[in-house]
């Protein structure tokens, strides 16, 4: 019992030495320095905090550090329990001591990767609304300074939208610090108008600083700036953007702000309604995808309200494409004028219309050009400059959606065009020259011009004159044409350019006519002759000179008859006339011809009218060509001064047109052909050989241009028919309805009635169709063979040539019965009969008898 006594008593005063010595501990702990945490902002300094666990009040904190142990303490007094101290190399020992209702005092180790980097909160210096393109500029110091070089800054941005602050992006930028305060800038673009509501903007800054080996962490944000919407105005309304100019294909978004106690019905892109969305309580927009291109007044964007209406209006159209096909010249050395095609229209028309500028880099002069957005080339002028040829051109491009440019490297002298000639006139002109003038307006001095002069007339190819000249400043320029054609019209006309650098002609002046003199005819006419029947007289013809021949208009032509030095006829024959005759009895003579007209006489022609005497001439057939009518004849070796082929165009009553042609002695055979033949027409031909002493006839020629079939087939007759035979006759068909030469005929035939319907033998296809062909042209007659008697049969009769088949003429014809076959048929029927009665009658006799 006293055991258990004792043993109380030793359990009673142990716990209350323990509870004494636990309150003793609590009273200490409630005054320690705790939580010590130590963070940098600029990798140089580390600011450190500490809590202190006590109820009571508080006093002075004493904070001492030291590096190591040989360094002495650095000790601070404060009441704020925050100290800024140098960030150790590697570690750093701290002792706190805090004085107050219980005094204290706890040494802290703090290592390099207990120090947290945490950058400063950013600061945002502005924050600039650019309304018409809907872009928000911001402005921020990255503070570099406090930092070494070279660090990695990365930014944090986020964009909020509306009075309940929705996040509509958050986007990070990337900067390097250089040990200096930089301004940093960012601009953004909403995809909704800045005036539809209100925008806010925050920054923060990491700073990556690979070699702290603490932990890193974002800055805090910095405090909001806004761009209040205009819905946040008192009394501010409206469609926002107002007259904005986009690109083709954008997307759009349009708002309308209105008062408080407005409501809206509807908003409308162009003609279609689009569901609202609401961004306030004053504050509705409507999104438009894929825009397309607007007419040249826009396109209409209206808001609806309760008692009104509000509006705004669109421009859609392409950025300007970049200038193709730029090219400068000068054309005066006074203005540069540069061409290009523009490409794509950009729809934007006014004051949104593309604009041009012409800037020069060697002398920084720039100009700006008025062009008509309509014309497919575009022009802009830029001055000469004093002493300098060399021009480097940046052509700029612009418009609200957009810009582009081109360049151009051009040296002056070699890119001349000059101006249109003008006021050309001629001074001087003779038969075969002319002289022209002409002024070009501009300064040409240091280089020299080439000129190009057209000439050309209604008879004679177009030709172009190359002229090199010095050039002179707005100046008179001389030229002589030589080796034209005398009485010409010729139409002139000139253009320019320069001569050792060329680039491009000038247009071509206005043209200007002129007619050179006349001079005599340049030879005499081509000539024949046609002795009469009695040799009593002669007919000389001769043909016209050509245009280029002429050198004039023919007024007449003198035709004289010379016997040795004896002049027997003489005659003048004016024009049009081209034939005469002269009365010879029963001379000969040289007969010639000579041509005239105002300025003079053409060399004589000379022909002799000796018909030297003809045996055996034949008449052959020429060969038709398609073209013309080829010829041949054997050659004549005595035929000394050649041959002449003489014709007629004429057939039937047509008055004959004596034509002829002229073949050197070694020719044996000729095409001829003329404008007046004409296919199916058959013409003769005769062939003349040329010797000293006159002109001999060697043959006659027949012939056909093209052959073609004959017009009309022969008419013929049946002459005779018998019961197994037909004989026909058939007369020539007429030399003109012939069209060729005849090769034969066809005579067809077969059974048939006489039926207008039934087709042509040719054509019917009858098996039983026989046809004979008959090449012997002096036949005129046939007999048909091997016919059946009492039978009708369909006769045609063709003719033929190397052209076709005439049309068919057609008889129908019914052959004569058979006699001896009728005396047969009526024969054989009687002795039948006859047998037949007398075998009765002997049958009867018998038969008596018995």
């Known amino acids: 019992m006293w055991k258990n006594s004792s043993l109380r008593c030793l359990l009673t005063l142990a716990v209350l030495c323990l509870r004494s010595l636990m309150y003793t501990q609590e009273i200490a702990s409630l005054g320690d320095p705790q939580n010590l945490k130590c963070v940098t902002h600029n990798l140089y300094k580390m600011l450190c905090t500490w809590d202190i666990a006590s109820r009571g009040r508080h006093g ?36 706190i001591k805090s004085s107050g209702t219980a005094f204290a005092t706890k040494e802290f180790v703090i290592r390099q990767k207990d120090i947290s980097f945490v950058p ?20 921020w110091s990255d503070k570099g300074s406090t930092f070494p070089y070279g ?45 539809c509501t209100s925008h806010y903007v925050k920054i923060r800054c990491y700073i990556n600083a690979t070699q702290f080996v603490g932990p890193k962490d974002w800055s805090d944000w910095s405090p909001a700036e806004v761009i209040p919407g205009k819905d946040t105005e008192h009394g501010a309304s409206g469609v926002f953007p107002l007259d904005p100019v986009v ?32 961004l306030s309580s004053r504050s509705h927009a409507i999104r438009v995808l894929n825009a397309s291109v607007s007419n040249s007044s826009g396109t209409n964007v209206v808001c609806r309200l309760e008692n009104g209406l509000e509006g705004s209006v669109v421009f859609v159209g392409y950025a300007p494409d970049i200038p193709q096909n730029l090219t400068c010249e000068t054309s005066n050395f006074l203005i540069v004028k540069c061409t290009w095609k523009p490409g794509r229209p950009s729809g934007l028309y006014g004051e949104r219309r593309t604009k041009y500028s012409l800037f020069e880099r060697a002398s920084g002069k720039n100009v700006s050009c008025e062009v008509n957005e309509m014309n497919k080339d575009h022009v802009c002028g830029f001055p000469v400059l004093p002493d300098q040829k060399t021009y480097d051109f940046i052509l700029g491009v612009s418009n609200p959606i957009g810009q582009a440019q081109s360049s151009l490297l051009v040296d002056l002298i ?9 006021k050309l006139t001629v001074t001087g002109n003779n038969s075969t020259s002319i002289q022209l003038r002409w002024f070009i307006n501009g300064s040409f001095a240091e280089i020299r011009l080439l000129c190009q002069i057209e000439v050309s007339s209604s008879h004679s190819e177009r030709k172009l004159h190359n002229v090199s000249m010095p050039g002179r400043k707005s100046s008179t320029y001389t030229a002589q044409l030589n080796a034209l054609h005398p009485d010409t019209k010729y139409q002139l006309r000139v253009r320019c350019s320069a001569a050792d650098h060329f680039w491009r002609w000038s247009d071509w002046s206005r043209g200007v006519e002129q007619t050179t003199s006349e001079a005599p ?49 003489y005659k003048v024959v004016f024009e049009p006339s081209n034939s005469t005759e002269i009365k010879l009895g029963k001379s000969d003579c040289v007969i ?3 041509a005239r007209n105002h300025a003079g006489s053409s060399p004589p022609s000379r022909i002799t009218s000796v018909e030297l005497p003809s045996d055996n001439v034949t008449t052959d057939q020429a060969v038709a060509m398609g073209n013309g009518i080829n010829i041949s004849w054997d050659s004549y070796p005595n035929m000394t001064c050649g041959y002449i082929v003489k014709w007629c165009h004429s057939s039937g009553s047509e008055p004959c047109v004596m034509d002829w042609q002229k073949f050197p002695s070694n020719t044996t055979n000729a095409v001829i052909k003329s404008a007046m033949f004409k296919p199916g027409v058959r013409y003769n031909f005769s062939l003349y050989g040329c010797k000293s002493v006159g002109y001999q006839l060697l043959k006659n020629v027949t012939g056909y241009m093209k052959e073609l079939p004959p017009k009309t087939a022969p008419n013929f007759i049946v002459e005779e028919t018998s019961s197994d035979s037909i004989l026909v006759k058939w007369e020539d068909i007429p030399i003109d309805e012939c069209r060729g030469f005849l090769k034969g005929y066809l005579l067809s035939f077969a059974k048939g009635e006489k039926d207008a319907l039934k087709p042509r033998l040719s054509e019917s296809g009858n098996p039983e169709l026989k046809v004979n062909n008959i090449t012997d042209l002096t036949k005129k007659s046939m007999k048909i063979l091997d016919l059946q008697g009492k039978t009708s049969y369909q006769l045609e009769l063709q003719a033929y040539t190397a052209g076709g088949l005439s049309p068919p003429n057609s008889l129908y014809v019914v052959t004569k019965e058979d006699s001896v076959g009728l005396i047969i048929a009526i024969l054989i029927p009687v002795a039948v009969v006859v047998l037949l009665g007398l075998l009765a009658s002997i049958f009867c006799y018998r038969k008596r008898e018995w």
């Open 120 to 139: 400063v909160t950013p600061h945002i210096l502005s924050l600039v609304p650019d309304f018409p393109t809907s872009t928000l500029n911001l402005k």
């Open 592 to 594: 010639s011809v000579v």
């Open 521 to 569: 005819p340049a030879r005499g006419p081509d000539i024949w002759r046609e002795r009469s029947p009695s040799g009593e007289s002669v007919m000389v013809f001769w043909k016209p000179l050509s245009l280029s021949e002429t050198n004039g208009k023919i007024v007449s032509h003198e035709v004289s008859c010379h016997l040795l030095e004896t002049l027997l006829e």
């Open 414 to 422: 070699q890119r001349v065009r000059p101006k249109t000639p003008e």
């Open 151 to 195: 660090l990695d800054a990365l930014w944090q941005i986020q964009i909020l939208r509306k009075e309940a602050m929705e996040v509509v992006t958050q986007v990070t930028y990337y900067s390097k610090l250089t040990h200096e305060d930089i301004i940093l800038s960012w601009n953004w673009t909403s995809d909704m108008p800045l005036e």
């Open 247 to 278: 690109a083709v294909g954008s997307d759009l978004t349009f708002c309308c702000v209105h008062e408080e106690d407005q409501r809206i019905t509807n908003m409308t892109y162009g003609s279609k309604s689009y569901t609202m969305m609401q």
């Open 60 to 95: 002075q904190t004493e904070f001492c550090y030291t590096t190591n142990d040989l360094t002495p303490q650095v000790c601070f007094k404060t009441k704020e329990r925050r100290v800024e101290i140098p960030i150790p190399e590697s570690s750093i020992t701290v002792t």
